[in-house]
Structure formats: C-alpha cells, structure tokens
C-alpha cells in the first residue's frame, strides 16, 4: 500500500495541472484588462497644431480630474443607485418567495415552474429589453389602453421601466440558487421542527431564511454589481424614450466616451467605475459579516 507521505506528495504534484489554467485565464482576461486600463487612464492625446497628428503623451491625472469634475458621470452613479436600492430588494424578495415556494411541496409541477422562472434569464437582455420596449411604447404595445394612459417612456418612469426590464431577467436566475440553498438544508432539521409543533411558515421564517442567508449575500452582491454596470437595457431604451440619454448610467458614459473616440478617458470613468463598484459591495460585506456576528 501507497504510505500517506507518497499519497500527499502525489497529490501535490497535481496541484498545478488544476491551478495554472485558472491562473492562465485569470490572468489573461481579468488582470491584464485591468492593467492595461489603468496604464490607458494615465494618458492623454495632444495635436500639434489644429490638424497636427494626434499622440499619446503621459498626463498623469489629468483625466481622473476630468472624471470627477463631470457633473453628467455622477449623477449616473447616483440614479443606478437610487435604481439599486428599490429594484434590488424586490427582485431578491421575489426570488427568495419563489424559492421558498418551490421548496414548500405545496407546488406540484416543481420542474415545470422551476424552469418556467428561469427561462427569462435564457433570453439575452438585448431581445428582452427590445421585447419590454415595444410593450412600453403606447404606438407599438398591444397593450394601449394601459401605454396611453401611463408614459412608461418619460423622464420620471423610464427608470422604472428598465428596472422591471432587469428584475424580469434575473428574478429566476437569483431563485435557483437560492433554491439550490434551500436543497442543501438536511430533511432533519425539518422533522425536528414539525415535531416541535411548527408549520410551513414558522419553518420558513425561522429556519429557511436564515440558513439561506449566505445564498442570499452572495445574490445582493451579483445585483450591486450588476446594477454599477448597466448597459444593455438603457442602450436599447434609446431607441425608444428620449430621456434615456448617452450619460443615463455610468457604463452608458463609458461605452458613448470610447465612442468618441477617447479612449484614455473611457478607461479613467471605467476605473473610477471598477473601485466604486468594489467599495459599495466590500462595505456590504463587512456590514452583512458585522451583522452576522452579532
């Protein structure tokens, strides 16, 4: 027989076959990127003359001076989270009760409704934010009565109109895996609790959700994410609503600043972008850890 020294000492050797292609792609499409903008912010491109050649010189933080001072950069920032505070909670409400209902056995069909509830997240946000777009135009939408007396297209609703978009998409993706949680808890935790007298909703609130509550962390900072870096949907929106500008969101003022073309701008916004969106999920973090602690 193999001793437990030669055992682990093999075991170690395979290590590197598992770690160096994660470490390879890792570097490749996450680190480097992330290089190279930052390297692109600290440039800036000057003419000699009006219509002398362009080239890049080193600016320092010339354009990092130019991020915050753009009033149009910040208010983005302030309406996606604004949007984040309302549209986050009810999509993850509503995933967490489809969830929790799926788990209940008081559904038949679990199959059938599981993949009913994700299938959204299936359909590419562009399809799914041109599909909503239509039924929110009161020209196009089959559903008149309702688009004529209610602008879903206007500055003040339009916001709302994406979010709705948003909270379509990936209300299933966040249900599975809370879902798939909810599948980790043993049965005998559920016995014991039947035994002791609790029902469906008693079990529910004080054993499901609080055992689920890392599946639940783990979706709230997906969504953080996700809603810093909201494109598709405002972009199709467009075409559609003219208070859907090309500063709306924050990656909107990146992708129309690269556009231009300034590319060592877009990238500045983009940093600045990247740090907020790792701030505002770390204080999550540390505030939902603190919590857990107590």
Do not use: C
């Amino acid at each position: 027989m193999t001793s437990a020294p030669a055992r682990a000492a093999r075991h170690g050797r395979a290590v590197p076959f598992f770690v160096v292609p994660f470490g390879v792609l890792f570097t490749l499409f996450y680190l480097l990127p992330i290089g190279y903008a930052i390297v692109q912010s600290l440039y800036k491109v000057e003419r000699t003359g009006t219509f002398g050649p362009a080239r890049e010189v080193f600016g320092g933080l010339v354009q990092y001076e130019r991020v915050f001072a753009d009033g149009a950069f910040w208010t983005s920032i302030g309406r996606v989270l604004a949007f984040g505070v309302v549209q986050v909670p009810v999509m993850l409400g509503l995933a967490l009760l489809l969830a929790l209902l799926l788990d209940s056995g008081l559904v038949r069909g679990r199959r059938f409704f599981r993949l009913a509830f994700f299938v959204p997240y299936a359909v590419p946000g562009v399809i799914a934010a041109i599909m909503w777009g239509f039924l929110y135009s009161p020209n196009l939408s089959p559903l008149k009565p309702v688009t004529s007396a209610i602008d879903f297209l206007s500055a003040d609703l339009v916001l709302w109109a994406i979010a709705n978009v948003v909270t379509w998409v990936y209300v299933g993706y966040n249900m599975l895996i809370i879902y798939s949680a909810l599948l980790a808890i043993p049965a005998e935790v559920y016995e014991a609790a039947r035994l002791d007298g609790a029902g469906q909703w008693r079990i529910a609130w004080s054993i499901k959700i609080p055992l689920v509550m890392p599946a639940i962390v783990l979706t709230t900072v997906f969504s953080i994410i996700g809603t810093l870096q909201l494109l598709a949907e405002p972009q199709v929106f467009r075409s559609f609503s003219s208070a859907v500008s090309s500063t709306y969101t924050p990656n909107l003022t990146v992708y129309s600043t690269s556009s231009i073309p300034n590319f060592n701008l877009a990238a500045a916004f983009s940093v600045v972008l990247a740090l907020t969106t790792f701030v505002l999920s770390f204080v999550f973090l540390r505030f939902t850890n603190r919590k857990g602690v107590q």
